[in-house]
């Protein structure tokens, strides 16, 4: 039977953004399914009372290189956005809006490509809209999708949901309802869909 790998994401994690990248291997390996699951992070944060590694100095430095080490390893282009951290309120509310779509992985990879691999600031609506015109994304339709209710009430029930079931962060998955936490935890998961 084909396993689901819950992946809750938010554009603004580096750490996500390795994840993402290394998915569609597990899946190659697996036969798993993937369930795409926007969640916001800054919400996340708040009612756990987590934060950036980043607030902390130290740890900000050393997972930075920690970070371009992995990526290193595993062949993919990462480089820091000179711009973070970004506000992804607006960009999470589209991918909540388009959960579940065919239009959902386009999306999310020119997003994360703009954040992550040739940065620039998704913050900014008008870059926003540069970035998904050139991918060949109706622009103006996306942005208009993010101030809908539907797409802001399941960003909303999406975090809710997350914070419930004990994250505290992103990336997060979930296999047969156990969770895991981290790009760097992707063998465990890799490991649970083939138990």
Do not use: C, H
């Not at 934060?51 to 480089?79: C, H, Y």
């Not at 103006?140 to 399941?154: G, P």
């Amino acid at each position: 039977m084909t396993k689901t790998i819950e992946f809750l994401f938010d554009f603004g994690s580096p750490t996500t953004y390795l994840a993402y990248r290394r998915l569609p291997g597990v899946v190659a390996r697996t036969g798993a399914t993937i369930d795409v699951v926007p969640v916001l992070l800054g919400g996340i944060f708040k009612a756990t009372g987590n934060a950036s590694p980043v607030a902390v100095p130290t740890k900000g430095r050393w997972m930075n290189d920690d970070m371009q080490r992995f990526a290193a390893r595993e062949g993919i282009t990462l480089a820091f956005n000179p711009d973070f951290p970004i506000n992804t309120l607006q960009l999470m509310r589209i991918a909540a809006g388009l959960q579940g779509t065919a239009a959902m992985t386009p999306y999310v990879e020119a997003v994360f490509a703009a954040m992550w691999e040739r940065p620039r600031n998704m913050g900014d609506p008008a870059v926003v809209a540069e970035v998904l015109t050139a991918a060949g994304i109706d622009a103006a339709a996306l942005l208009a999708l993010a101030a809908t209710d539907a797409a802001k009430e399941r960003l909303k029930a999406n975090t809710e949901s997350a914070i419930a079931r004990g994250a505290f962060g992103a990336p997060t998955f979930f296999v047969d309802g156990v969770m895991y936490f981290g790009q760097d935890r992707l063998d465990w998961v890799e490991a649970a869909v083939e138990a």
